[in-house]
């Protein structure tokens, strides 16, 4: 499984940014968004399962929104209203069913 993940970048507070995760192989039962920040433990974010069903952290109600299209099997993360405490290395993560994998990781700096 490889997972390609784009749209990071720096962005003012206030602003949006959408991250993209392009999986190769086969179906995902769940795809997710986490993040880590410096000096800090990696989270979960936003996650779907290939129903639809969303979850998501406390920090991210009503501001992000996670979205999945499975005929291309990429998980989308849409970020509005970001703050500079979302300044974080966002990863993709997808589930199946040999296993769990991670992308490489994508920079989103929030300048205040």
């Known amino acids: 499984v490889q997972l390609v993940e784009s749209g990071g970048g720096l962005v003012q507070a206030g602003g949006s940014l959408t991250l993209s995760c392009a999986a190769s192989g086969s179906t995902f039962i769940t795809m997710d968004w986490y993040r880590q920040a410096p000096g800090k433990q990696r989270e979960l974010v936003a996650a779907?399962?290939?129903?639809?069903?969303?979850n998501y952290a406390d920090s991210a109600k009503g501001r992000f929104t996670i979205s999945r299209d499975n005929a291309k099997n990429t998980v989308y993360l849409q970020m509005n209203s970001l703050k500079p405490e979302d300044t974080a290395v966002y990863y993709c993560?997808?589930?199946?069913?040999?296993?769990?994998?991670w992308g490489q990781g994508t920079q989103v700096t929030v300048s205040s």
């Open positions: 779907i399962t290939r129903g639809g069903t969303t």
């Open positions: 993560h997808v589930v199946n069913i040999f296993g769990s994998y």
